[in-house]
């Protein structure tokens, strides 16, 4: 099932902070997040772990609450290159863990100058 | 590290035609997955490849659709008599073996049936 995100889309000017939600209903063994630009291939941002938490940028960090089954992202200091469409990616406990992902719908993100 | 490629980046096909996409994935990653993207949704698990054998096929895929990775190296996946439902974005990603690692995409192939 897939996990759901909110908001589905955030307006920020530069400088603003952004905070992404992302929520299953289903148990958890990771979380991955990932950015998307128009018309580009997704890309990696940072995994999160069933008992740890991975940071994957300076400015972009992420927690993991494993008994509510939901990830946020946290975006500070918006630059212009933060626009885009942001995916969570979600792998379910008790599988194999070799990273058949689940994503949500996504959340697009625009920072204005 | 020169990415996951994809070809064609592009692909307008008739209705019932056969269409086959290729990807290279980064030469040292055994993982490869097909994912396929519609406009406003996040990518859908097709299929996945460790080395050559094809360990997991989403139950969404008909059997119009196949996939092969025949040496462990590139994938190939193929959509025989395209229906219009199939336009979209395919997508190939790869990762290494070890267990929580990141997905790299490629650009995928944006594939138009009329």
């Known amino acids: 099932q897939q996990p759901v995100q909110s908001p589905q889309a955030v307006i920020l000017r530069e400088g603003e902070d952004a905070v992404i939600n992302c929520s299953s209903s289903?148990?958890?063994?990771?979380v991955h997040w990932y950015r998307q630009k128009h018309g580009e291939a997704p890309v990696f941002l940072m995994i999160?772990?069933?008992?740890?938490e991975q940071k994957g940028h300076e400015k972009i960090s992420a927690s993991f609450n494993e008994k509510k089954q939901q990830s946020s992202l946290y975006l500070t200091a918006s630059q212009l290159s933060y626009s885009g469409t942001y995916f969570c990616?979600?792998?379910?406990?008790?599988?194999?863990?070799?990273?058949?992902?689940?994503f949500g719908q996504g959340t697009i993100l625009t920072v204005h100058p | 590290d020169t990415g996951v490629s994809q070809n064609p980046r592009h692909k307008i096909t008739k209705r019932g035609q056969n269409v086959t996409f290729r990807c290279d994935p980064i030469?040292?990653?055994?993982?490869l997955y097909w994912y396929r993207q519609t406009l406003g949704q996040g990518p859908e698990f097709l299929t996945y490849?460790?080395?050559?054998?094809?360990?997991?096929k989403s139950r969404l895929l008909s059997d119009r659709f196949s996939a092969e990775r025949p040496k462990g190296s590139f994938s190939t996946l193929e959509i025989q008599r395209t229906e219009q439902g199939d336009s979209a974005m395919y997508l190939c990603?790869?990762?290494?073996?070890?267990?929580?690692?990141?997905?790299?995409f490629g650009n995928g192939t944006r594939l138009t049936v009329t």
């Open positions: 490849f460790q080395n050559e054998a094809q360990l997991e």
């Open positions: 289903k148990a958890l063994y990771s």
């Open positions: 999160l772990l069933k008992g740890g």
């Open positions: 030469s040292e990653h055994n993982r």
């Open positions: 990603a790869s990762s290494p073996t070890q267990g929580n690692s990141p997905l790299h």
């Open positions: 990616g979600t792998e379910n406990a008790g599988g194999t863990s070799y990273g058949k992902l689940t």
